[in-house]
């Protein structure tokens, strides 16, 4: 049951107190998704005014960015740069990623983060800006790739679609696939995406542009 709920504003303790609205918001976006999440629903379940969880977040949004970052399970998927060769790094961080999405742990919560994404889009946003900017940007930054801000996108804009697709819509055979060929599977698209070319070369010279065509008249 809900603590009962204190008048007065601020309590004691006002990081105990901010982390224990935090673990209500969790609980509310796990079971409610973000549209049934409110900021009174939120209090009540952590014992505060309202105005409380205003002052310390904002707004939904700005209470739904904290949850989300408070102590993610795939902020560990930036150690994965220092634990081995980087030329194998996209089929091991592809394993690690699939393993936690299918940790009876660490998987609900992230199923319930992405499900609370899409019935949102601002939601959405926060969820693809943290994937980029607070995982995939500092592995790219940590095995020193070019254009890092690119590459953290693409990756992580990569495995939150794939995730979508086998965890959530669970779509044909993506979502059947062993969670070995998966990972065997998308591998290569992430190591092509930290450390590949990422362009192809220019057509710029092969297109006739005026003045060759004037060469020929």
Not at 34 to 55: F, K, N, S, W
């Amino acid at each position: 049951m809900p603590r009962q709920q204190r008048a007065g504003g601020r309590r004691p303790g006002a990081t105990r107190t901010r982390e224990e609205i935090l673990e209500a918001a969790q609980r509310s976006f796990a079971d409610s998704g973000y549209d049934g999440t409110t900021i009174r629903g939120v209090a009540r379940e952590a014992g505060v005014d309202p105005a409380l969880v205003l002052q310390f977040f904002g707004s939904k949004d700005g209470l739904f960015d904290a949850a989300l970052r408070a102590d993610p399970p795939v902020r560990d998927l930036v150690t994965l740069a220092g634990e081995g060769e980087v030329a194998d790094l996209g089929v091991r961080l592809a394993r690690r990623y699939l393993e936690l999405w299918e940790d009876p742990h660490s998987g609900p919560r992230m199923l319930a983060v992405v499900r609370a994404a899409a019935a949102a889009p601002s939601a959405s946003a926060m969820v693809t800006a943290f994937m980029t900017d607070a995982v995939m940007l500092p592995l790219a930054k940590a095995i020193d790739a070019d254009e890092p801000e690119l590459r953290a996108a693409l990756a992580g804009a990569y495995l939150l679609g794939v995730a979508t697709a086998r965890y959530v819509l669970r779509i044909g055979p993506l979502a059947s696939l062993s969670r070995q060929d998966a990972a065997s599977v998308l591998g290569p698209v992430v190591q092509h995406h930290l450390t590949g070319q990422l362009r192809g070369p220019s057509t710029t010279g092969s297109r006739m542009g005026p003045s060759v065509m004037s060469e020929g008249v």
